[in-house]
């Protein structure tokens, strides 16, 4: 299945920070490395294709969607080992979420174009999704034996920095939730909502502001990839709340 039909828990993936210039992929006049049709898989519907050669450890596709930061350590209650579940979405759970284990917190494209998710982008957010073609890696499907691809996170502000790009970029796909529901406190045994990082940023949409601890997601190519081939990686489901796993992730190949 494609990422947009899983009901099951959040992704999960190691890896170090990206050393890949992911920024490249934000330009506008740069090349579509990947596009979408019918997938290979059966009952999938759509999935994501090289469009041209990639060659092994390039960036081929970003992963739009907000970013929910890990909870702060006060948040950590005495004698637990994990930290209290990020909210997602209006329900708690994102079929879309991805954990980024090297930077915390979570990647969640779930409200892509609906609410309540996107009530919370700053207003370049829209346009930045449809102008930037290659940020369609949220439609890669899943394969243990045939990923080709894998996903790798980073911050914006430390990825723009290397990339030596100067002033505004409207064109990045992420932005950090504020003002929404962030995690359950276990010891107060209420939801938190994440604040704005000050009273002036309430009404402040440069970029500047949105991206100052927002991270990043990119699929970067396993091998070099031929023109026409479809990308998937592997998605390292958690089990769901009866400790199993979806029927088509036991079974895929």
């Known amino acids: 299945p494609s990422l947009g039909s899983r009901t099951a828990g959040s992704r999960l993936f190691g890896g170090s920070c990206s050393t890949h210039i992911a920024a490249e992929l934000l330009s506008r006049g740069a090349p579509q490395l990947a596009g979408a049709r019918a997938s290979s898989v059966a009952s999938a519907g759509q999935g994501l294709f090289a469009l041209r050669d990639l060659r092994a450890g390039s960036s081929v596709a970003l992963y ?3 970013f929910q930061p890990p909870p702060p350590i006060v948040a950590l209650s005495p004698g637990r080992d994990n930290p209290p579940p990020l909210l997602l979405g209006a329900v708690g759970r994102s079929p879309y979420g991805i954990n980024l284990n090297n930077v915390g917190g979570v990647m969640d494209a779930d409200g892509i174009g609906s609410p309540p998710l996107m009530s919370a982008a700053p207003k370049w957010y829209a346009a930045a999704v449809a102008e930037n073609k290659n940020s369609l890696a949220h439609l890669v499907n ?38 929404m529901l962030w995690y359950f406190d276990h010891d107060l045994g209420e939801q938190v909502h ?19 601890d927002v991270a990043g997601l990119e699929l970067v ?15 390292r489901l958690k089990k769901d709340d009866r400790g199993d796993y979806p029927a088509w992730y036991r079974e895929s190949s």
């Open 64 to 66: 739009r969607g907000a």
């Open 142 to 179: 899943h394969s243990f034996a045939g990923a080709n691809v894998e996903p790798r996170a980073f911050l914006w502000k430390s990825e723009l920095g290397r990339a030596g790009v100067a002033g505004p970029r409207f064109d990045v796909p992420n932005f950090v939730t504020r003002d």
């Open 194 to 212: 994440r604040p704005w990082l000050s009273d002036t940023d309430e009404d402040d949409d440069r970029i500047e502001v949105w991206l100052r």
């Open 221 to 235: 190519a396993m091998r070099d990839i031929k023109e026409g081939e479809e990308l998937f990686f592997d998605y």
